[in-house]
C-alpha cells in the first residue's frame, strides 16, 4: 500500500516538474530560469562566416574545386621537350598563401 503512494507522489513530481518546464507557473514568479550566457552570443566573430554543410555537398565541392584547379593554366601539360629540364615552379608569394586569422583574444571564463 505505501509504494502505492510513492509512485503517485512520484507521478505527482514528475507532472509538476514538467508543468514547471513549460512555463506554467512563470506568471507567479516560478518559471525556470531562461538566461542562458547571454555573453557569449556577444563574443561571436562573424558567426554568419560559418558554413555547415553535408558530407556529400562537401565532396560535390572539393570534386568541383579539384575539377577546376585541373583546367587552370598552371596545371597543362609542359610541352617543352623531354631533354630539357623542367623548371621549378615558384613559391608562392604572400599574396597568394592562404590566410588563416587566429583569435587574438579568449573570452572571459566563467567561475
Known amino acids: 500500500m505505501k509504494i502505492r ?3 503517485a507522489l512520484l507521478g505527482v513530481l514528475n507532472v509538476t516538474a514538467l508543468v514547471w518546464q513549460f512555463d506554467a507557473f512563470a506568471r507567479w514568479g516560478w518559471g525556470p ?3 542562458r550566457e547571454p555573453e557569449r ?3 561571436q566573430i562573424r558567426p554568419t562566416a560559418i558554413k555547415a554543410e553535408t558530407p556529400a555537398a562537401a565532396a560535390k565541392r572539393i570534386a ?3 575539377a ?3 583546367t587552370t593554366p598552371e596545371n597543362t601539360p609542359n610541352t617543352a621537350p623531354a631533354s630539357a ?3 621549378p615552379s ?3 608569394s604572400a599574396t597568394e598563401a592562404p590566410v588563416v586569422k587566429q583569435r587574438t ?3 572571459p571564463s566563467n567561475p
Request: charged letters at 10%; aromatic letters at 4%; zero cysteines.
Open 5 to 7: 503512494w510513492l509512485i
Open 33 to 35: 530560469n531562461t538566461a
Open 41 to 43: 552570443v556577444l563574443n
Open 64 to 66: 568541383a574545386e579539384a
Open 68 to 70: 577546376a584547379a585541373d
Open 85 to 87: 629540364p623542367a623548371a
Open 90 to 92: 615558384p613559391a608562392p
Open 105 to 107: 583574444a579568449s573570452p
